[in-house]
């Protein structure tokens, strides 16, 4: 079975700029999470779902950024405008029950001048 | 609220010498502990797992203990590698659904040959 998929794996855009990341969770799994993971602040959760339905996005910094997941297999996080402190590696996770055994793409590198 | 308390790294080791990575939670109830480990340039991974008290998880020569009297889930290996240089995260689950895996800010490890 394919794991989780990101895309794209490296974007650099310039400031002002909308940016879309995206996820295809694993088959199956009903949770999906967004990372962000910069060397100053570590690995931060932004956003997670369950069944499709945001349950906390406490951690999305601010109202440029949004999330959504409109179906099992599909999830976005844009971010409009970028900003340079935006750069950062995003990942996506998905879990298959309420586990704690999460299973993380590969990232997406973000650069924003 | 739940937490989860790492050492601070880097950790620089020889090869084939022993490791440990301490790791403290507070939590209420009864989480079930992880450690994940991010090689560079991927995603996180899980490592082992414990879901109970006195649970020893164990993967790769990885080993902790879920030591509910110190809250503690410490990492050891014997004999470390080059290959095991990477950053391991401690982690939480609360036995409380709804909410999310909590991780430890990392431990970055290097192995030298």
């Known amino acids: 079975d394919a794991g989780v998929i990101q895309s794209p794996r490296h974007e650099v855009t310039e400031m002002g700029q909308e940016v879309t990341l995206r996820c295809k969770p694993i088959s199956g799994h009903d949770y999906l999470f967004w990372y962000r993971q910069t060397m100053m602040r570590g690995l931060e959760l932004l956003i997670y779902f369950n069944n499709n339905v945001p349950i906390d996005d406490s951690g999305m910094p601010e109202d440029r950024f949004s999330a959504k997941m409109p179906n099992a297999s599909f999830s976005t996080l844009k971010i409009q405008p970028s900003e340079p402190r935006d750069s950062a590696v995003y990942f996506c996770a998905s879990m298959g029950g309420y586990t704690g055994e999460l299973f993380f793409g590969e990232g997406s590198r973000l650069t924003v001048l | 609220g739940n937490s989860v308390t790492q050492m601070e790294g880097p950790v620089t080791l020889s090869e084939e010498a022993f490791l440990t990575i301490n790791c403290t939670y507070t939590a209420t109830g009864y989480p079930s502990l992880f450690w994940y480990v991010q090689y560079p340039g991927e995603g996180l991974q899980l490592l082992l797992k414990?879901?109970?008290?006195?649970d020893k998880g164990s993967n790769k020569g990885f080993e902790a203990t879920y030591r509910k009297e110190t809250t503690s889930f410490h990492l050891e290996k014997g004999s470390v590698q080059v290959s095991d240089s990477a950053v391991y995260f401690c982690a939480l689950i609360s036995n409380q659904a709804g909410t999310a895996l909590i991780f430890g800010k990392g431990t970055t490890l290097s192995v030298s040959s």
């Open positions: 414990a879901t109970k008290a006195d």
